[in-house]
């Protein structure tokens, strides 16, 4: 059974930094890419960055781009997300998810096999 849990999220004032992870379990030898979805209070969710399994192609959401780094350790079945200079806005829930092309990546419907939350807090 496939599996991903995102872990990492906090509290943090604006301007910090977190890094979430997402591990991911129940592959036999597939290939995926992992997308990065958050949802605000109120607002529609939203992809924001997703990365290739071989990381060579990665994409990002304008408002995180610059901010935010996807990368992933293979060997260890995780992905990250580090998270810099963090805004009130960035404040939401963040999920991980499998989807079967980076180019997807804004497409929240096309997304599977979704992990719990985990919930970053921005404070000013």
């Known amino acids: 059974e496939v599996q991903l849990q995102a872990s990492g999220g906090g509290l943090v004032q604006a301007g910090g930094s977190l890094r979430l992870s997402c591990a991911a379990s129940g592959f036999s030898g597939r290939d995926y890419d992992i997308g990065w979805i958050r949802q605000a209070p109120g607002k529609e969710r939203e992809g924001i960055a997703c990365a290739s399994f071989s990381g060579s192609s990665t994409w990002y959401a304008d408002s995180v781009k610059g901010r935010f780094t996807i990368s992933s350790d293979n060997a260890k079945n995780t992905v990250y997300l580090q998270m810099n200079n963090l805004k009130p806005e960035d404040t939401a829930l963040y999920y991980c998810?499998?989807?079967?092309?980076?180019?997807?990546?804004?497409?929240?419907?096309?997304?599977?096999?979704w992990g719990q939350g985990t919930l970053v807090t921005v404070s000013s």
């Open positions: 998810a499998v989807l079967q092309d980076v180019s997807w990546c804004p497409e929240v419907t096309w997304y599977e096999y």
